[in-house]
């Protein structure tokens, strides 16, 4: 059987028209963006070119973008930079307890450098409360980092009514939006967000490219030490061919956004059909209405995910349980826990199928009818 991808969450194949621009930058366009001889001066003009599109995705001006190398380096610069350049404000910080490591990993050392930081609770849709939001607003909170949509269910979460009690707060905003670029449609001014972070390789880009949305007037400390590149925000020679393919993949999503999220719905739609044809027993992790269309995670009463990922591999589907894999084993997902508890079976029997380029109605159908024959075939 050929094989069958459906785990563009965790990363995307790259879009051709993604290729062929990078290719054609790093043949011919090869020069320094600082440098001012005429090699320079190319260089520059694309990145300037590439940043309008990435500005204008997000309704952002584009003196408020700055390129990162990736998703991880936009959230840890957003929090860090947020903090560090506060502290005389208060120490107090907010986030959830479903967010990306690429967050809880970077308070854990704000923790550590004398910030308190209070983690949101989920309810079992998976979606933070915003009267919990406001319970936990004080005085010193300086920033509130929740992300725009989970990566392990979909779950979108409500941004922009957080984005209106935050509007008189002292409080930066900050929403990590790696997973719904692309898909949802963002604009930072109806969001009310001071902060944004989005990666190229959910959307069909190329790996190890991202950027940080920064508001004007919103005082942040960079990271990195060394040249004055990104209006001294973020030292470092730009990665010119990955920001070109970056800025393509992103007019790209941009055009075909609502043609996909209505192909994946019907994905979706098939999946469970499937399953209800086999009377195989599920239950979703989230719901199908406050959810990222190309993400449906599946709890399987009765089996495991370890065994269920490698079945499914050795039948040519390539799936993922969303969370970590740490040396062979699968942890628990902290995202299941924070939904259903710890001891919920959930957290070892759930399964992330997700949509993206390529994909077609018959592959997910023949992914689906493989799922339920290795459930019946586990469950014996
Ligand atoms: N945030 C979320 C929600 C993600 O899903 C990911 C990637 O899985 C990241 C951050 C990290 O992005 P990157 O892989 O570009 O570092």
Do not use: W
């Not at 621009?21 to 440098?35: I, L, R, W």
């Not at 259903?340 to 992914?367: D, H």
Request: proline letters at 3%; aromatic letters at 6%; hydrophobic letters at 40%.
């Amino acid at each position: 059987m050929k094989k069958i991808y459906l785990d563009h969450a965790a990363t995307s194949p790259m879009h051709p028209e993604v290729i062929r621009t990078m290719m054609k930058v790093m043949e011919a366009d090869f020069g320094n963006p600082s440098s001012i001889h005429s090699f320079g001066r190319q260089a520059r003009h694309i990145l300037d070119e590439s940043r309008a599109v990435i500005a204008g995705s997000i309704g952002a001006g584009q003196n408020e973008i700055i390129f990162t190398s990736g998703g991880t380096e936009a959230d840890n610069t957003a929090l860090t930079g947020i903090a560090f350049s506060s502290q005389a404000r208060g120490k107090h910080i907010i986030t959830t307890e479903i967010e990306h490591h690429a967050i809880l990993h970077t308070c854990h050392f704000l923790e550590k450098s004398g910030f308190e930081v209070t983690y949101l609770p989920v309810g079992e849709e998976g979606i933070v409360s915003p009267d919990d939001l406001k319970k936990a607003l004080r005085d010193d909170t300086i920033l509130v980092s929740i992300m725009y949509a989970n990566n392990e269910t979909g779950a979108v979460q409500p941004i922009g009514e957080i984005g209106r009690i935050l509007k008189n707060h002292q409080a930066y905003f900050h929403t990590d939006a790696v997973q719904a670029y692309g898909l949802a449609d963002l604009d930072v001014n109806e969001l009310g967000v001071d902060l944004l972070s989005v990666s190229a390789h959910k959307i069909n880009g190329p790996k190890g490219i991202g950027f940080l949305y920064v508001k004007n007037g919103v005082k942040h400390q960079p990271h990195l030490y060394g040249g004055d590149q990104e209006r001294k925000r973020r030292a470092g020679t730009e990665s010119v061919p990955a920001i070109a393919g970056f800025a393509k993949a992103a007019s790209i999503a941009q055009a075909s956004r609502e043609e996909k999220a209505k192909q994946y719905k019907e994905f979706k739609n098939i999946m469970l059909s499937v399953m209800n044809e086999h009377g195989v027993r599920y239950e979703l992790n989230g719901s199908l209405e406050n959810t990222l269309p190309h993400v449906i995670n599946f709890s399987f009463p009765g089996t495991n995910v370890e065994s269920m990922l490698v079945n499914l591999d050795l039948a040519g589907v390539a799936v993922s349980s969303g969370s970590a894999c740490t040396a062979g084993s699968i942890e628990p997902s902290h995202v299941l826990v924070a939904m259903f508890g710890k001891n919920s079976e959930r957290t070892k029997n759930s399964i992330r199928f997700s949509f993206g380029l390529n994909n077609t109605e018959e592959q997910v159908r023949q992914a689906a009818e493989e799922t339920a024959k290795i459930i019946r075939r586990l469950l014996k």
